[in-house]
């Protein structure tokens, strides 16, 4: 006779990997063109001046700037990359 029952199944083990979404660089930050500035699912963040977005919705700086972050139109919130820290 066996001496230990059979082993069951598991439960755990099926969970995704996390995305690491989220701002990468924050504001008064120095960046150069290509630098990723926010990972989002869709649009929590627009585009602004110097600032463009992936396919993915991936904020990426397309100039050298220090990063700003500001609210716009309809309560909407933006990133742009400026010359200098205003």
Do not use: W
Not at 45 to 71: E, R
Request: aromatic fraction near 8%; hydrophobic fraction near 30%; charged fraction near 25%.
């Amino acid at each position: 006779m066996a001496t230990s029952k059979t082993g069951g199944s598991t439960s755990n083990g099926r969970e995704s990997q996390s995305k690491r979404l989220g701002c990468k660089k924050f504001a008064g930050e120095v960046v150069i063109p290509g630098n990723i500035l926010f990972r989002q699912r869709g649009t929590k963040i627009h585009p602004g001046n110097g600032v463009k977005m992936g396919k993915d919705d991936t904020l990426f700086a397309v100039k050298s700037g220090f990063v700003k972050y500001y609210k716009g139109l309809k309560g909407r919130q933006f990133v742009s990359v400026i010359d200098q820290l205003a």
